[in-house]
């Protein structure tokens, strides 16, 4: 029997960044996974957090309660959608004023919030829900002498006692699933640093910085591609290179790739279905890596 999620994508990935949709659809069909839509879906409320807690958790809650409505576990490509859905959880389970407030609120369109729904993220369904040995027999052109480095991203793993999706110091999950494909997942310093990409538009010099350490310390450590596995870090991986070629005229030589992109063409789903560009992300040079 095939598994069912809720899928959600957030707001940049239909808007900057459809490739990850279209990749991740490809591969959940491949493993009999259905995606259902629900197109009530609103922002997950995480651009409200530090602003005003309630209409956050709010919004956070009023997509968890659509879910439950159809009986369906969450899935969610985007990591803050995924940090904030269990964040937002937490905090009903344990402050029942806030809790009152909330489902009020949902009153008004019919809706209520009982946390009978799991939240989950992609990387998290395809280790736990599909496991290891399944996405291996998927594997039909594995990468032969690829180093990739592996980027989780600081919303899947921190808070930890919250998202339990990781190890939050040293965590595994990505790395298997990588080196599942054929590929070697690299050690590097500075895998679980920040991005800098919370820093774009307010601060883009720093943004810069944290991208272009982050970058080179991938490629002293031997990668030949950065793995991600959310829409923030991905684009700013993929567009910091080229704003740092024009504005400080360096070239960084470690593109990056979405995992189920990565995965997908291991599987043997074709460029096109995946959604690669094979000007940005250099992906012809990343294709011969494929095993004959």
Known sequence: MAKRFAVFLGCNIPARLKSYEMSTR??????????????????????????????????????????????????????????????????????????????????????????????????G???????????????????????????????????????RFDDPVAPTIFDRLVELTGAESVAWPLKLECCGGPLSGTHDSLSMDFAEKKIEDARRAGAHWIATACPYCQIQFDTIPKRMAFERGEDLQVPAILYPQL???????????????????????FRKRLAA
Do not use: W
Request: overall charge negative.
């Open 125 to 163: 369904v395809l280790f736990h829900d599909i496991g290891l040995n399944d996405l291996q027999k998927k594997i039909s052109l594995p990468y032969e002498n690829l180093q990739v480095a592996v980027h989780y991203g600081c919303h899947a793993l921190r808070p930890s006692n919250i998202l």
């Open 26 to 123: 490809a591969v959940l069909s491949a493993l009999h996974v259905d995606l259902v839509d629900i197109p009530e879906f609103n922002c997950c409320g995480y651009p409200l957090r530090n602003i005003n807690r309630d209409a956050f958790v709010l919004s956070a809650a009023r997509n968890m309660a659509l879910a439950e409505q159809q009986n369906l576990d969450i899935l969610s490509l985007c990591q803050c959608g995924f940090g904030t859905f269990r964040m937002a959880g937490h905090l009903l389970d344990r402050d029942a004023a806030l809790n009152e407030t909330v489902q009020r609120a949902l009153a008004k369109e019919g809706l209520v919030y009982e946390g009978k729904i799991g939240v989950r993220h992609l990387l």
């Open 263 to 285: 995965l997908g063409l291991s599987m043997g789903i074709d460029m096109e279905t995946l959604g690669v560009d094979s000007v940005r992300s250099r992906i012809a040079e």
